[in-house]
T-cell receptor
Framework: GAVVSQHPSRVICKSGTSVKIECRSLDFQATTMFWYRQFPKQSLMLMATSNEGSKATYEQGVEKDKFLINHASLTLSTLTVTSAHPEDSSFYIC???????????FGEGSWLTVV | QQQVKQSPQSLIVQKGGISIINCAYENTAFDYFPWYQQFPGKGPALLIAIRPDVSEKKEGRFTISFNKSAKQFSLHIMDSQPGDSATYFCAASINSGYALNFGKGTSLLVTP
């Protein structure tokens, strides 16, 4: 079946540094990918929607200059957390819509810890 | 603003019992209602989904009941097993390929 892969699964970075999380669709082309953030014991909150070859659409309250999203190909979207702070520590999950537009597949998530 | 309201927040069911989780929505444009299961530290996995043209969908031990007029839908887990212990999220979207609006989740514990 379709698989969405996220890398890294866990990352620890120092405050003030930037960290990049990759989201890949392994056996289908994803024209659209979604990035979510999930705090412990809470729901998934949509951060942004990225379409291949165009700028991401950010949800209200999400800083686009802090959370840089690039969707340069039909199989890869990246989320870069810039100038990370401890409050950015969270579980980041991506999902991808297959080219038929009918199904969304979720990645396994990436744990970010900022120390 | 939470577009999908989910209850209960937590649920304890004995093995073999029926687990029932309820969700309600306001946006009548929603036409795709999936349920996701999430284990700790993992991404959500699609369990079952329904569209408004049917009132019930069953897949194995999992059943979605949908009430369009009440704008409510629910997940029933029959013969609940300890391995079903996880967090369950309902969601809704305007189209199956669009961004999902998630409920707050229900933490299910099935006791032996």
């Amino acid at each position: 079946g379709a698989v969405v892969s996220q890398h890294p699964s866990r990352v620890i970075c120092k405050s003030g540094t930037s960290v990049k999380i990759e989201c890949r669709s392994l056996d289908f082309q994803a024209t659209t990918m979604f990035w979510y953030r999930q705090f412990p014991k809470q729901s998934l909150m949509l951060m942004a929607t990225s379409n291949e070859g165009s700028k991401a659409t950010y949800e209200q309250g999400v800083e686009k200059d802090k959370f840089l999203i690039n969707h340069a190909s039909l199989t890869l979207s990246t989320l870069t957390v810039t100038s990370a702070h401890p409050e950015d520590s969270s579980f980041y999950i991506c999902s991808a819509r297959d080219f038929s537009g009918n199904t969304i597949y979720f990645g396994e998530g990436s744990w970010l810890t900022v120390v | 603003q939470q577009q999908v309201k989910q209850s209960p927040q937590s649920l304890i069911v004995q093995k073999g019992g029926i687990s029932i989780i309820n969700c309600a929505y306001e946006n009548t444009a929603f036409d795709y209602f999936p349920w996701y299961q999430q284990f700790p530290g993992k991404g959500p996995a699609l369990l079952i989904a329904i569209r408004p043209d049917v009132s019930e969908k069953k897949e194995g031990r999992f059943t979605i009941s949908f009430n369009k007029s009440a704008k409510q839908f629910s997940l029933h887990i029959m013969d609940s097993q300890p391995g079903d212990s996880a967090t369950y999220f309902c969601a809704a979207s305007i189209n199956s390929g669009y961004a999902l609006n998630f409920g707050k989740g229900t933490s299910l514990l099935v006791t032996p």
